[in-house]
């Protein structure tokens, strides 16, 4: 069968898939919905089936970026829009699969949205939602639509077509239209694709080496974890576009051992590429020939950056090594070689599918196109989301991602991952592009997006992912390896409350250091949430070290639990539950927090019963409580007297 | 004359393609330091020592590892690198013991001496064995720090003491990776590589095991190229410097590498294998490395040709002794001689011994202990 044919059959599978009179139901299994219980709800689903009698075409899919929401489970049922349904549980699901399919009932309770033509009462359209309405899906097109495991559904969705019509233009002719899109790396650094192409299309030679960098590490992002899991066809077929562009003969995909089913999604496709003559000699009757391999990588954070993944690929210690040489002059292998990062490759096969003129009308003028972000933290829906480059940092926080959590105040969010930085709310509107964002003295990154609400202290936060930089660091060159761990010394120091006011100037000589000597981008970067938070949250880092303060009420060294001699009932809960006696009191005596045994562990805070709101957490206060336990003499809140008294004696 | 003109701190400078930017500066004349960097081992580019400005370049390129390029301008010492410099370098200190290092007595004192500073004797340059020798005395001395504001955090490991040839004190390891690179690079053996990844890392073994329990040959390589103490050939360790240094042929085998035996008071402290020479490039095995000063100076140890007189050997002079194996083999036939020379002969004592035996007797009956 020609691919043409093949292609043919995809499309006309698809529309009987898309018009046949059974119902259809869609299940979020990526790695989020597995998560969240999808493969319980599955066989609920597949149970109730059988138990109805209904006779319905299951489909597994990826992730359609509602994490939030998941497990989600999209039902069309013939002459019906499909129905997107959200937080389902086995007895959720079970009532759904017989209201809707038995007695028609679409449940708008339990529904999140409609997807495509018509309507349902009572249920609003998913695109117009406030999650979905400011999205551009270009990347992430397929995923939660298609079935990741099958490549004909890829094909009868315009897959492979953008790799046919690259092999029809000259090599010269694809870069020109990769470097026209304007498509930059979408890994964190953002050079330009067309750019780097064009460097290793230079190079003598009839071995090079393409390398798609699936070694995503930053705490909190998953953008190529969903891509690979939900459409990995659009990565390979950008891969083969640029191993057609560059003259690679020979492609790795690094991914991380601990994305098992990406690894399984990604070696499900390249079996059903091999059948299909889209990988090895003679791509698809042409003089094209790309052999691709996956490595797994051991879960090094350093073997992200392009030269230490190359390391590893070789077998060595995972270690970054000086440029120049770049690796489109020696990289793997001492070969020419180029590595984009697995959004980039998705992107540039959405490029091929559509062309240059399409893809640029996103974006600003120096970031085009849209990127892909793990929204993480303190946010009301976490996900991930595809939005068009020059969106404001507060769209994706507020209308995106729905606010804050309990409606808190935002702190700060952070982009990039441990390598960027804090913006603090004044950057709100500080459009999302490359230039802004290094402007503002953080990156683009990878595109991690964690969120910090008022509880969240700023100089911790430094702290943690400067812990985890230290901890990730290769240990090569000497800025790094000792640099970032002064850093941390010293910040666990003012965390402590025992921050010197020097420590603040020895940070930023530190970090200016370690920024303009380090070997790589992991030393180069590792100051900027240190360097941020300074810049924005500098009071913070004063009152810590002067003060002995931490607002956030977040450094345990910091703060004090007191329990309020005016509000206290003498109800025995906290002091039972304290797991180190550290309450005294008694029945009807006012307790007393014995602050030299108190491990500021917070469960008296926690079991203290909401009508009481006794105990209190504060930060450089004290607050005047009796040497010992005096009688209460508080009036008891007026409602539920009697539960107050059972608590007690029943805890 | 070279094919590629840089210019390197405003001196225009003609090198070959494939010279690096150090490279380059080290034919001018012009110092750059550097710790990791040797000229045995491919670029690294660890240290940052020598970073420098190139014009139309992004950021500080290591110039260990940058290739010269027609054009290209480089600043080796503005206010702005030397500060950079001191920065690394304070971190590297941070983590060495530095007390004798920032201090202006270093080098009045003596091994013995009292610190007045009171700094304590695993502390002190002045008792460490590499004390004058240390290439980061080198470059401390280069970009002068008076004072380490950073915390020490030393790493109180103990001092590695299970082979008799050399012991490893990575107290004072810098990172370098020169022992590292030298094992696998040049020796082919990787017998050892860093282990444990951030402020953790340090050269060592597959899983800590001992390096007898290694692929380890213990050539001595990594102790050669080693800038500071860490590596230290354990029979020089209190010696102090060397007197004299005496370049002479290995007499352990055939392939004849050239030695540098560092001696003091007529003894042999320490062989070096030497660099500049077309045999062996700076290499060495053990028992060249490590063997020769043991051997030289025990009592045991033959010194003069001995003969038997009525049952026990005689000290003799060499003329004594070729004269009696002359008057001897005139006694026999030709063809009732065969020759046996020795493998740890060099190549032209053996060359003369084949010829003595094709000429003096006519025939090929001659070998060495190697064959047997």
Redesign the interface.
């Known amino acids: 069968m020609t691919f043409d044919e093949r292609r043919k059959q995809a499309i006309s599978d698809w529309e009987a898939l898309q018009q046949s009179d059974k119902p259809h139901i869609l299940v979020g299994m990526a790695t989020c919905g597995r998560a969240a219980g999808a493969a319980a709800v599955l066989a609920t689903i597949k149970e109730e089936l059988a138990r109805l009698g209904i006779e319905a075409l299951i489909t597994e899919v990826g992730c359609i970026g509602m994490c939030y929401a998941e497990p989600l489970v999209d039902i069309i049922k013939p002459g019906r829009p499909r129905i997107s349904y959200g937080n389902l549980t086995p007895e959720t699901v079970k009532q759904l699969i017989e209201e809707y399919l038995v007695n028609d009932n679409p449940r708008p309770d339990l529904a999140m949205g409609t997807i495509g033509e018509g309507s349902v009462e009572g249920i609003p359209e998913l695109a117009e939602l406030p999650i979905m309405k400011p999205q551009v899906r270009i990347s992430l097109r397929n995923c939660g639509h298609i079935d990741p495991a099958d490549i004909n559904q890829y094909i009868a969705n315009g897959g492979y077509s953008g790799l046919i019509r690259a092999l029809k233009m000259t090599q010269k002719e694809v870069i020109d239209e990769v470097s026209k899109s304007g498509l930059r790396g979408r890994g964190g650094a953002g050079a330009f694709t067309g750019f780097k192409w064009e460097r290793l299309w230079e190079q003598p030679g009839d071995v090079k080496y393409l390398i798609c960098n699936a070694d995503e590490g930053d705490p909190g992002a998953f953008m190529d974890r969903s891509l690979l899991e939900g459409d990995p066809h659009s990565v390979l077929e950008g891969m083969l576009i640029g191993a057609y562009a560059t003259g690679s003969s020979h492609g790795y995909i690094y991914c991380r051992a601990e994305y098992p089913l990406a690894i399984q999604r990604l070696e499900t496709a390249l079996k059903q590429m091999e059948e299909y003559n889209l990988i090895g000699d003679n791509i698809l009757g042409t003089d094209l020939s790309f052999n691709l391999e996956i490595k797994e990588g051991a879960g090094?954070f350093?073997c992200g950056e392009e030269t230490a993944l190359m390391m590893s690929i070789e077998g060595k210690?995972g270690?970054p090594?000086?440029?120049?040489?770049f690796p489109a002059q020696s990289g793997l292998w001492g070969k020419p070689s180029n590595v984009n990062n697995v959004e980039t490759w998705a992107n540039v096969s959405a490029i091929f599918q559509r062309d240059a003129e399409w893809y640029a009308q996103y974006g600003t003028e120096s970031s085009k196109g849209t990127k892909t972000f793990a929204l993480a933290g303190k946010v009301v829906r976490t996900g991930l989301v595809e939005v068009p480059m020059g969106i404001t940092v507060g769209d994706i926080i507020y209308e995106v991602g729905g606010g804050i959590v309990n409606n808190k105040e935002f702190r700060a969010v952070l982009t990039g991952g441990p390598s960027g930085g804090c913006l603090p709310a004044s950057k709100l509107n500080l459009p999302v592009d490359y230039d802004s964002l290094t402007q503002a003295g953080t990156i683009m990154g990878s595109g991690g997006f964690v969120v910090a609400d008022e509880d969240t202290c700023m100089v911790d936060m430094a702290r943690y992912f400067l812990s985890f930089t230290?901890?990730?660091?290769?240990?090569?060159?000497?800025?790094c390896?000792?640099?970032?761990?002064?850093m941390l010394?010293i910040l666990e120091r003012i965390t402590r409350g025992e921050g010197q006011p020097s420590d603040i100037d020895?940070l930023e000589?530190?970090a200016?250091?370690i920024k303009?000597?380090?070997?790589c981008q992991l030393g180069g970067t590792a100051p900027n949430p240190v360097l941020t938070t300074l810049r924005y949250f500098r009071e913070e880092y004063e009152e810590h070290i002067v003060e002995k303060r931490c607002r956030a009420l977040a450094c345990t060294e910091l703060i004090k639990f007191f329990i309020l001699p005016d509000k206290c009932q003498g109800c025995m809960i906290c002091l039972r539950n304290c797991p180190v006696d550290a309450i005294i009191g008694d029945r009807r005596m006012v307790h007393i927090v014995d602050q030299e045994k108190c491990i500021k562990c917070g469960t008296c805070m926690d079991v203290c019963p909401d009508r009481f709101s006794a105990v209190v957490k504060v930060s450089a206060e004290e607050i005047e409580v009796p040497s010992e336990p005096i009688p209460v003499t508080a009036s008891r809140p007026a409602t539920k007297k009697e539960d107050a008294g059972e608590t007690a004696t029943n805890d | 004359m070279g094919e590629i003109t840089l210019t390197i701190d405003g001196q225009e400078i003609e090198v070959d393609t494939g010279v690096t930017v150090l490279g380059a500066a080290q034919q001018a004349g012009i110092y750059i330091p550097t710790l990791c960097y040797h000229p045995d081992l491919t670029p690294y580019g660890a240290c940052r020592l020598c970073l420098v400005e190139i014009e139309n370049m992004r950021g500080l390129p290591a110039s260990c590892a940058t290739p010269a390029t027609n054009g290209m301008v480089v600043r080796t010492k503005t206010p702005q690198l030397q500060e950079f410099r001191r920065g690394v370098l304070e971190l590297m200190l941070s983590e060495h013991p530095h007390p004798c290092l920032t201090c202006w007595r270093r080098e009045r004192c003596g091994p013995f001496d009292i610190c007045l500073r009171s700094v304590d004797i695993t502390q002190r340059c002045v008792t460490c064995p590499k004390n004058g020798t240390c290439e980061l005395q080198e470059v401390v001395d280069y970009i002068g720090i008076e004072n380490v504001e950073l915390p020490s955090t030393l790493r109180g490991l103990p001092i590695d003491r299970e082979n008799p040839f050399f012991e490893r004190d990575y107290n004072l390891c810098i990172l370098c990776g020169r022992c590292v690179r030298v094992c696998q690079e040049v020796r082919g053996v990787g017998a050892i590589a860093f282990t444990s990844r951030g402020s953790e890392t340090l050269p060592g073994t597959a899983f800590g095991h001992a390096l007898r329990d290694s692929d380890c040959r213990y050539c001595g390589a990594c102790v050669d190229v080693c800038p500071t103490g860490a590596l230290i050939e354990r029979r020089r360790k209190y010696e102090g410097l060397p007197d004299t240094r005496v370049t002479t042929t290995c007499p352990y085998c055939g392939v004849g590498c050239q030695l540098e035996l560092e001696l003091k008071d007529g003894h042999i402290m320490e062989v070096l294998p030497l660099r500049d020479n077309d045999v062996n490039h700076g290499q060495a095995c053990v028992k060249g490395r490590f063997g020769i000063t043991e051997v030289v100076h025990h009592p045991d140890r033959l010194t003069t040709p001995l003969i038997k007189k009525n049952g026990k050997f005689e000290g003799a002079t060499w003329d004594e002794a070729l004269e009696l194996i002359a008057s001897k083999l005139s006694g026999f036939k030709k063809n009732e001689v065969v020759v046996i020379s020795s493998a740890k002969c060099t190549n032209e004592d053996n060359y003369v011994v084949q010829k003595f035996t094709r000429t003096g007797f006519g025939h090929n009956n001659v070998d060495h202990c190697a064959r047997l």
């Open positions: 090094a350093v210690r270690m090594r000086p440029r120049p040489p230290q901890d990730e660091s290769c240990g090569k060159c000497v800025p390896r000792v640099g970032t761990r002064h010394d020895l000589r530190l200016t250091t303009s000597t380090s070997l």
